[in-house]
């Protein structure tokens, strides 16, 4: 057996030891070979696939990013890309591959399946805002790296009596923005479920600064937005999934506040420090789990389904189910994180 991988979409902390896991796993237990497939779904267009040996993988458990490399290429948008990804399945004789994406490449995944691509997927994403798994690998990651930066922001916000803002990654799901605030103790968390007032959150402050606490922390998931108005775009191009470029909602929210308020306020925009460097341990045992899963679903030739945990069991996931809807914060977590507001 031949199973190719890919990592497409976002990287984020993980990936390396899934595809470690994916190989080890292939090659030691069932003896089959492992390609890796560069960049995503383009490499599989462009036939960019080398073997994947145990000195390759060898080192790689705790590093960022994705040895593979990644890409937001859409094969579908692509002239001819589903046509040249299976003349190259045809051409390294892959009879199954594993792709490792969030719901776009994941999306990918199951149109090519139901085209009749052997693949079975892996999901990842640091945004946590895929259905049918409890977690996603890369997530705990951004959660710790949130919350130490907000332990560092809270002394200087004390220091200097400010409200310091602070925007963090979720595009449609404000999973990093709650479990990073709750863990690092926010006073304010604003996620793009539930559109925030600013009379409220200027009230929370003035609330705070009248029982003596001269600092506020308000972190806001960049895909964040007023009761009444849109999201707040930095830049209108599209990739090629139509997502346009989130960012400057930290900005925005720090200026009203500091205008209604008359106090110092500033803001940290996270960004790409919460993809960047090494896993957890949660991440790299879940993506070790992901990835040994996988070629489970390959063996058992269960194609068009993707690893998932479920409470703590790795189960088969029919894609086309877990594609549905994002999962996003329901109510009752966000009036958990609501009881430490103000
Ligand atoms: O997919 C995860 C994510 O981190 C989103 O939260 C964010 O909007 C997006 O990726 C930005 O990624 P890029 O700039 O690499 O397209």
Known sequence: MRVGILTGGGDCPGLNAVIRAVTRKGIVHYG?????IKNGWLGLIE????????????????????????????PFMVED????????????????????????????????????????????????DLSGTDYTFGFDT???IVAEALDRLHTTAEAHHRVMVVEVMGRHAGWIAIEGGLAGGADIILIPEFPFDMDEICAQIHKRRERGKLFSIVVVAEGAKPRDASLIIQS??????????????GNIIAREIEMRTA?????????YIQRGGSPTAFDRILATRFGVGAIELVKEEKFGFMVGL??????PVPLREALAQPKTV?????????????
């Open 236 to 249: 209108e191009e599209k990739d090629a999934f139509g997502h346009v470029r989130l960012g400057g909602i």
């Open 142 to 144: 951004a959660v710790s």
């Open 330 to 342: 329901d109510a009752e977590f966000y009036d958990i994180a609501k009881v430490f507001f103000g």
């Open 32 to 36: 089959y070979d492992v390609l890796g």
């Open 47 to 74: 036939g960019k696939i080398f073997p994947l040996d145990l000195n390759v993988i060898s080192g790689i458990l705790p590093r960022g990013g994705t040895i593979l490399g990644t890409t937001r290429t859409n």
């Open 310 to 315: 479920r409470g703590n069991h790795v189960v």
């Open 81 to 128: 890309g589903v046509g040249k990804i299976f003349s190259q399945v045809e051409k390294f004789e892959l009879d199954a591959v594993i792709a490792v994406g969030g719901e776009d490449t994941l999306g990918v995944a199951y149109k090519l399946y139901e085209k009749g691509l052997r693949c079975v997927g892996i999901p990842k994403t640091i945004d946590n």
């Open 263 to 271: 106090i110092d306020t500033r803001v940290t925009v996270l960004g």
